[in-house]
């Protein structure tokens, strides 16, 4: 089965037609390394030429194939030694010994620079020590612009290919991790402004879809009246609401709260809209100073377990208790849990993501669902929230 050979680089063909060129013009006129040496084997100078057409051969192959290359090219290098010599020849050895060390596998870039210097060192010792003439040193500095010299550039300009091979993917992945932390903040951000928008205006949409219902199905002016009043009075505080979000939302000085957050003092407040609103509502809170994360959480569960039960629960009392203790503080709002055809107002099903959202940012815990209890089922919210954050009390 025949072996197709890789097709090689067009700057390699340029460089093996180059040398056999430049060593069929030196041969032309007659030109060699070592004209009547003692050690030229053949002196005839047609010989020169298989050296120095398989060292253009293995031109071809010096980046594909270099380790390969450089063995045929030692073999031809060597053969060439014993004959008249090409300068052509040699020049291509050099080249095939820097492309063995800049395009061949790592380990052999390390060995090669390694193998170079041994020889060069050998090939100064050896010859001083047995011929015993200053001349002999001129060996080992052959060796070493021949084989050492070309190794060691190869083996500079593949540490600084390498390097910036291994800068640019530090920097790509740089990038990329930019890119994901710049997405997962734009995605946490929308969801912080979803469960704020919901949070500030569901209650109020609740309340008027509820009593506009109401004004609509009942034929008392008096009725129609008060409703109207409630309706009034949540599209008026709906609206600050939202305003005061778009005020986030334009507002480019770095804050990410609103400029009037709510806070465990607007319980009260908040409760007797919901008692406004129609339901019946028993506050018991006990706490002390908390955390701005801590009371803002706190509130909007409250809000929204709220604005569930005026949309979900059966007729009853809903009761809401704040109890903080042990580092603590537990949020549990209950409401009665019984069979409805259907809610007072259309939901989402978005509250309770938003709460358990909420109470993950802080490292607290969530639960909600209906419970057995004396006077029948309940629906229960119940969250637990760290007053310490990052050692602040």
């Known amino acids: 089965m025949a072996v197709r050979l890789p097709r090689p680089h ?111 060192v050998a090939g100064t010792v050896v010859p001083t020590a047995v011929l015993r003439v200053p ?19 190869g083996w500079i300009i593949r540490n600084h290919r390498d390097t910036a091979a291994a800068e640019r993917l530090r920097a790509e992945q740089t990038a990329l991790l930019a890119e994901i932390d710049r997405t997962q903040a734009v995605t946490a951000e929308r969801a912080r402004m979803a469960r704020e928008l919901h949070d500030m205006v569901a209650n109020h949409l609740s309340a008027i879809a509820i009593h506009s219902t109401a004004a609509l199905s009942l034929d008392d002016p008096g009725t129609s009246k008060e409703a109207l009043a409630v309706i009034r009075e949540n599209s008026v505080e709906g609206l600050a609401e939202m305003r005061r979000l778009i005020g986030i939302l334009r507002d480019d000085s770095g804050e990410t709260e609103p400029a009037a957050a709510p806070t465990l003092d607007g319980l009260g407040a908040l409760v007797e809209g919901a008692r406004a609103n129609g339901l019946d509502v028993s506050l018991d809170t006990t706490h002390g100073k908390l955390p701005a994360p801590v009371g803002l959480a706190a509130y ?29 503080l537990s949020v549990r709002v ?60």
């Open 135 to 153: 001349e002999a040193l001129l060996i080992g500095v052959a060796v070493g612009v021949v084989a050492l010299g070309p190794a060691a550039t």
């Open 334 to 393: 209950t409401s009665p849990y019984g069979d409805r055809d259907a809610p007072r107002a259309p939901g989402s099903g978005a509250g309770l993501v938003g709460m358990r959202e909420r109470i993950a940012l802080l490292g607290g815990s969530f639960e909600a669902g209906p419970e057995s209890a004396p006077g029948g089922k309940i629906w229960t919210v119940h969250a637990t929230l760290p007053t310490t954050l990052g050692g602040t009390e």
């Open 300 to 328: 909007r569960i409250v809000q929204e377990s709220l604005t569930n039960a005026l949309k979900h629960a059966s007729p009853g009392r809903v009761l809401v208790a704040l109890t903080q203790r042990d580092g603590s």
């Open 10 to 120: 067009r700057d390699d063909l340029r460089i093996a037609v180059g040398g056999l060129l430049g060593g069929l013009i030196l041969y032309g006129v007659g030109l060699g390394t070592r004209a009547d040496q003692p050690m030229v084997l053949w002196p005839d100078s047609r010989v020169l030429l298989l050296p120095l057409v398989v060292m253009a051969g293995c031109e071809l192959l010096r980046r594909s194939m270099p380790r390969t290359a450089l063995l045929i090219g030692t073999v031809a290098v060597t053969a060439d030694l014993l004959t008249r010599g090409s300068l052509a020849t040699v020049l291509m050895f050099t080249d095939l010994v820097y492309a063995a060390v800049v395009y061949g596998p790592p380990a052999s870039a390390r060995r090669i620079p390694w193998i170079a210097g041994l020889l060069t």
